[in-house]
């Protein structure tokens, strides 16, 4: 790269001050504090980051949409501002997942009809980003409607993972998951309603936070359609990183009431419950009973287990909330399918309805249990809303003795792309299977350990423990007590100190 133009100083190929890791794969704090104590520049740091974006995004087509003239103008223009009016994000080249509208960005959530949206205004969540000092350039991929575990869709094509190109990166925050990866994004602002931070950061071997829910706004995600207003039951977003310390900073920025409930409601989450990683209390749930995982996640989470135990850590494998997976599961399926069809035309409800003609009554197949849910009474949801709270009980019972609960993310680590059928979102899944250890799986119930989180409202946070024989990311879910985000986030982040964290993908 040439000096820039902009300064007349040295391209930044500066190697970390964290291990030998070059300045666009440091974690994003390490960065910050380069351009504070002006190392670095906000327009190098873009520049480097740019100069890695324009090498890595035609080999795995993270970023969709990108504008490095926004992007250098938003850096000159941070290196122009004293320090002390400088946020917490000042400089910090960022990608957003294509799901959220970002002013002067197209906002597509990777369907055709809004192929010439581009809103005006930020949301408020990405607007609270760029408040803190972020510099946003582009957009990063997602599946159509923001509903698969893969990412790709008819606009913008499919996006690789950066550890094996023919493998997905997950979704639906997946070329959100591979720009951190690959250091093409510092930080990345994700959603998820069935595991779509956290299986993208498991797939790709980084750090994220799925948030207790209601703590982020989320005005400006889509769905609902551009200009929707409620807020969608059991939705969340969180960010993405290469650090949990990285995460820390974001929710910091992120977390806050709504921009209706800020005239009243405030917002304090109290601090990690333990300042040392030898004090927590974990509870491990990885068997092969309940839930489908395969083999190398589970002996990953058993020999994660041990080196905490090795590190002083109270490690129980038998504690467990007293639920019944399948009934949660069940109470989750229904109340997400329920939620899904909210904005759905229909035509679109019809389409569910027909894949489910035959079946049984009580047939407990994912296309009768959706064809239920979309059709739900009212009375049938204020039921269901009884039921999970009767869960939210439980769950906090079990928090009484446990700090986290460590368990898998999804069935399997990345597995091979099949973007096979072209029936509308889910119906064309119905058809798909996820291998497991040599045996055929519902492509569905990807949707089963990230429900265990989800359904209960409760924060779970994703680090990477280990990579299988084939050299593929394998991530753990750390799962805490409801808004006690900072206790998963805290834990992940003593875990990086002491143990092991991100390591770029290879040839990255």
């Not at 299986?199 to 769905?223: A, D, E, N, R």
């Not at 399948?326 to 069809?341: E, G, M, P, Q, R």
Request: aromatic share 8%; net charge negative.
């Amino acid at each position: 790269m040439a000096p820039n133009s902009d300064t007349g100083q040295r391209s930044m190929t500066t190697q970390s001050a964290v291990g030998d890791l070059p300045v666009t794969l440091q974690p994003a704090m390490a960065q910050l504090e380069l351009m504070r104590t002006r190392a670095l520049s906000a327009v190098e740091l873009f520049e480097e980051t740019w100069a890695r974006f324009e090498r890595l995004n035609p080999l795995f087509n993270m970023v969709v949409t990108a504008d490095r003239e926004v992007g250098l103008q938003a850096a000159r223009d941070a290196d122009a501002v004293r320090p002390e009016h400088r946020g917490s994000l000042h400089g910090l080249p960022m990608t957003i997942k294509d799901a959220w509208e970002v002013a002067g960005f197209t906002a597509t959530c990777g369907i055709e009809a809004l192929a010439g949206h581009q809103p005006t205004a930020d949301a408020e969540a990405v607007a609270a980003l760029r408040a803190a000092g972020a510099n946003i350039y582009g957009k990063s991929n997602v599946p159509t409607g923001a509903g698969d575990h893969q990412s790709y869709n008819s606009l913008y094509g499919r996006t690789n993972n950066p550890w094996d190109p023919t493998r997905t990166p997950g979704g639906s925050s997946g070329g959100a998951a591979a720009a951190v990866a690959t250091g093409v994004s510092s930080l990345e602002f994700g959603s998820d309603i069935g595991g779509s931070i956290r299986c993208p950061s498991h797939f790709c071997g980084v750090y994220g936070h799925k948030p207790s829910y209601g703590l982020v706004p989320m005005q400006g995600h889509i769905p609902p359609p551009p200009g929707g207003l409620h807020t969608i039951e059991l939705g969340v977003a969180g960010p993405i990183a290469r650090s949990a310390m990285d995460l820390a900073l974001a929710l910091e920025v992120l977390a806050g009431p709504a921009s209706l409930e800020k005239k009243a409601w405030s917002l304090t989450l109290p601090p990690a419950r333990h300042a040392r990683l030898k004090d927590f209390r974990v509870a491990v749930w990885a068997d092969d009973t309940g839930f489908a995982t395969d083999a190398a996640s589970l002996a990953a989470i058993q020999n994660f287990a041990t080196d905490l135990e090795k590190a002083g850590v109270v490690v129980s494998r038998t504690a467990r909330p007293a639920i019944d997976l399948a009934a949660s599961h069940a109470i989750y399926i229904t109340t997400l399918f329920s939620v899904f069809s909210s904005s759905m035309p229909p035509d679109a409800l019809e389409q569910f309805t027909a894949a489910a003609k035959g079946l049984r009554a009580r047939d407990m197949s994912y296309p009768a249990r959706i064809a239920r849910a979309i059709r739900l009474s009212h009375i049938e949801f204020a039921r269901l809303t009884e039921a999970r709270e009767r869960l939210y009980r439980v769950w906090a019972e079990f928090f009484r003795d446990t700090d986290v609960l460590l368990c898998p993310v999804m069935p399997t680590v990345a597995f091979p792309h099949d973007t096979t059928g072209d029936q509308l979102g889910h119906i064309a899944q119905y058809h798909r299977v996820t291998r497991v250890d040599g045996k055929d799986h519902p492509y569905l119930d990807g949707l089963q350990w990230p429900g265990v989180a989800t359904v209960a409202n409760l924060p779970s946070t994703v680090l990477p423990i280990g990579r299988t024989e084939e050299g593929l990311p394998i991530g753990v879910q750390a799962i805490g007590p409801y808004l006690e985000d900072k206790t998963s986030v805290g834990f992940a982040a003593l875990v990086e100190a002491e143990l092991y964290g991100y390591t770029p993908p290879p040839g990255i």
